[in-house]
C-alpha cells in the first residue's frame, strides 16, 4: 500500500503532484459541468447558498465567498492544513466550468431521465477529480478539506457516508432557509458518498492517511528546492 506520508519532499515532486492535482481538479470540474447541465436540480451547497441569500438579502456570489471563508475556517479550528491544493482548487474549477459553458459542448437535458443519466455520470466525474487530486498531499479545497477532517476523526464511518451525512445537513438547512431543493439535488447527496466511496475501496484508498502539506512548505520547497 502506497505510503501517503512522505509527500511532496522534492522541488520535482511537488511540481509533478501540482500538474496532476490540476488534472484531478479539471475532471472534477467537468463533473460539476455535466450535474448543471443535467437540469434537474442544484447542488446541495448551492441549495445552502440560495437559502442564505433569501434570508440574509446578500448578493449570491457574496454568499458563496462567506460560506467558502465559514467552511475554510473550520478547516483551520479543526486543524487542517491549507495548502497549494486549496489555491489550485479556486483557479481551476471555476475556469474549467467557464470554458466548458463557452464550448457549450453538452447541451441542457430536456427530459427527466436524460438529466438524470448526465447527472450521474457528472457524479462519477466529481468522485474521479476527488480521488486523484486528495491523495497528492497539497491539500484540498475548502469542502474536500472538511470532508477530510471527518475522516480523521470518525475514523469508523466510510467516507461515502461521511459524504452523504454533510451534503444532507448541509441541504436541509438550505432547504430550511428557503432554497430550492430538486430531484438532481437528492440524487446528488444519495449517490456520491457511494460512489466515492466505492472508487476508494476499488483503489484501496483511505483519505485520512494522508499527510496534507501547508502552503508555506510548498512555496519553500518550489523557491529553494529543499523541504
Given at each position: 500500500?502506497?505510503?501517503?506520508?512522505?509527500?511532496?519532499?522534492?522541488?520535482?515532486?511537488?511540481?509533478?503532484?501540482?500538474?496532476?492535482?490540476?488534472?484531478?481538479?479539471?475532471?472534477?470540474?467537468?463533473?460539476?459541468?455535466?450535474?448543471?447541465?443535467?437540469?434537474?436540480?442544484?447542488?446541495?451547497?448551492?441549495?445552502?447558498?440560495?437559502?442564505?441569500?433569501?434570508?440574509?438579502?446578500?448578493?449570491?456570489?457574496?454568499?458563496?465567498?462567506?460560506?467558502?471563508?465559514?467552511?475554510?475556517?473550520?478547516?483551520?479550528?479543526?486543524?487542517?492544513?491549507?495548502?497549494?491544493?486549496?489555491?489550485?482548487?479556486?483557479?481551476?474549477?471555476?475556469?474549467?466550468?467557464?470554458?466548458?459553458?463557452?464550448?457549450?459542448?453538452?447541451?441542457?437535458?430536456?427530459?427527466?431521465?436524460?438529466?438524470?443519466?448526465?447527472?450521474?455520470?457528472?457524479?462519477?466525474?466529481?468522485?474521479?477529480?476527488?480521488?486523484?487530486?486528495?491523495?497528492?498531499?497539497?491539500?484540498?479545497?475548502?469542502?474536500?478539506?472538511?470532508?477530510?477532517?471527518?475522516?480523521?476523526?470518525?475514523?469508523?464511518?466510510?467516507?461515502?457516508?461521511?459524504?452523504?451525512?454533510?451534503?444532507?445537513?448541509?441541504?436541509?438547512?438550505?432547504?430550511?432557509?428557503?432554497?430550492?431543493?430538486?430531484?438532481?439535488?437528492?440524487?446528488?447527496?444519495?449517490?456520491?458518498?457511494?460512489?466515492?466511496?466505492?472508487?476508494?475501496?476499488?483503489?484501496?484508498?483511505?483519505?485520512?492517511?494522508?499527510?496534507?502539506?501547508?502552503?508555506?512548505?510548498?512555496?519553500?520547497?518550489?523557491?529553494?528546492?529543499e523541504a
Open positions: 500500500m502506497k505510503d501517503y506520508t512522505n509527500l511532496n519532499t522534492t522541488r520535482k515532486e511537488v511540481i509533478r503532484n501540482m500538474i496532476l492535482a490540476s488534472f484531478g481538479l479539471f475532471v472534477f470540474a467537468v463533473g460539476v459541468y455535466l450535474t448543471i447541465q443535467a437540469n434537474i436540480g442544484v447542488a446541495p451547497w448551492d441549495v445552502l447558498n440560495q437559502g442564505l441569500t433569501k434570508r440574509t438579502g446578500f448578493l449570491y456570489g457574496n454568499v458563496m465567498i462567506m460560506v467558502s471563508l465559514t467552511v475554510i475556517l473550520l478547516d483551520v479550528l479543526m486543524k487542517e492544513p491549507i495548502g497549494m491544493g486549496m489555491l489550485l482548487d479556486t483557479l481551476v474549477v471555476g475556469k474549467t466550468v467557464d470554458l466548458m459553458n463557452y464550448l457549450n459542448l453538452v447541451k441542457p437535458r430536456q427530459t427527466l431521465w436524460g438529466g438524470v443519466l448526465l447527472l450521474i455520470a457528472g457524479i462519477f466525474l466529481l468522485a474521479v477529480g476527488m480521488r486523484i487530486y486528495m491523495a497528492l498531499g497539497l491539500g484540498c479545497g475548502p469542502r474536500d478539506t472538511f470532508l477530510v477532517a471527518l475522516c480523521k476523526r470518525f475514523p469508523k464511518l466510510s467516507i461515502g457516508a461521511l459524504n452523504v451525512i454533510m451534503w444532507a445537513t448541509v441541504t436541509v438547512i438550505g432547504w430550511f432557509l428557503g432554497g430550492q431543493v430538486g430531484l438532481g439535488t437528492i440524487v446528488s447527496v444519495a449517490a456520491m458518498g457511494p460512489v466515492l466511496n466505492t472508487l476508494c475501496k476499488l483503489t484501496r484508498f483511505n483519505a485520512a492517511d494522508v499527510v496534507h502539506q501547508n502552503l508555506l512548505k510548498t512555496l519553500k520547497i518550489l523557491i529553494t528546492g
